[in-house]
T-cell receptor, first 113, second 111 residues
């Protein structure tokens, strides 16, 4: 069974630009979560989508948004990029059951210059 | 916020058991304990989880104290590939897959 696929793996943007990251979950998984990882703040929850609906949202500004498609693939978007948005963005999929574990992708490493 | 406390770092000799402690003194009765690990530059990997009984799988064992205020993850025969940051997480019910990872324990397995 294929794992969680994130694209692109690496990207460089400049301040003020926007970026879209993509995540393809494991086949059959209906939940997709996004996390941001930085050296200073560690792993922080951004949001979770389940069956195309946002189920939970972390404490991030509105510049961070996401969506999920009918095939469970998900995208997250960051608008008006700031230097502090430089991070590893991780996507995790889950069957969506109450005690389902998360399966993480390798992440998309964003550098904002 | 993370509801767990872990030592920042630990060493373990290769082939020996690695015992990683976690304190979660404010845990509620319906909150599960999860363990994940993250090898450098990779996404976190699920290891094991439990509620109040001890659990074992092919990767590790989880020992939860009777009062549930602490737990220990045991890697029975540590290898160099077990060098990673280990996260102990208390999962709050009704928050879906919103996990608070905290700072974790950096385990170094020494040859």
């Amino acid at each position: 069974k294929a794992g969680v696929t994130q694209t692109p793996r690496y990207l460089i943007k400049t301040r003020g630009q926007q970026v879209t990251l993509s995540c393809s979950p494991i086949s059959g998984h209906r939940s997709v979560s996004w996390y941001q990882q930085t050296p200073g703040q560690g792993l922080q929850f951004l949001f979770e989508y389940f069956s195309e609906t946002q189920r939970n949202k972390g404490n991030f500004p509105g510049r961070f948004s996401g969506r999920q498609f009918s095939n469970s693939r998900s995208e997250m978007n960051v608008s008006t990029l700031e230097l502090g948005d430089s991070a590893l963005y991780l996507c995790a999929s889950s069957p969506g059951t109450v005690t389902g574990e998360l399966f993480f992708g390798e992440g998309s490493r964003l550098t904002v210059l | 916020d993370a509801k767990t406390t872990q030592p920042p770092s630990m060493d373990c000799a290769e082939g020996r058991a690695a015992n990683l402690p976690c304190n979660h003194s404010t845990i509620s009765g319906n909150e599960y304990v999860y363990w994940y690990r993250q090898i450098h530059s990779q996404g976190p990997q699920y290891i094991i989880h439990g509620l109040k009984n001890n659990e074992t799988n092919e990767m590790a064992s989880l020992i939860i104290t009777e009062d549930r205020k602490s737990s220990t993850l045991i890697l029975p025969h540590a290898t160099l590939r077990d060098t990673a940051v280990y996260y102990c997480i208390v999962r709050v019910p009704n928050t879906g897959n919103q996990f608070y990872f905290g700072t974790g324990t950096s385990l170094t397995v020494i040859p």
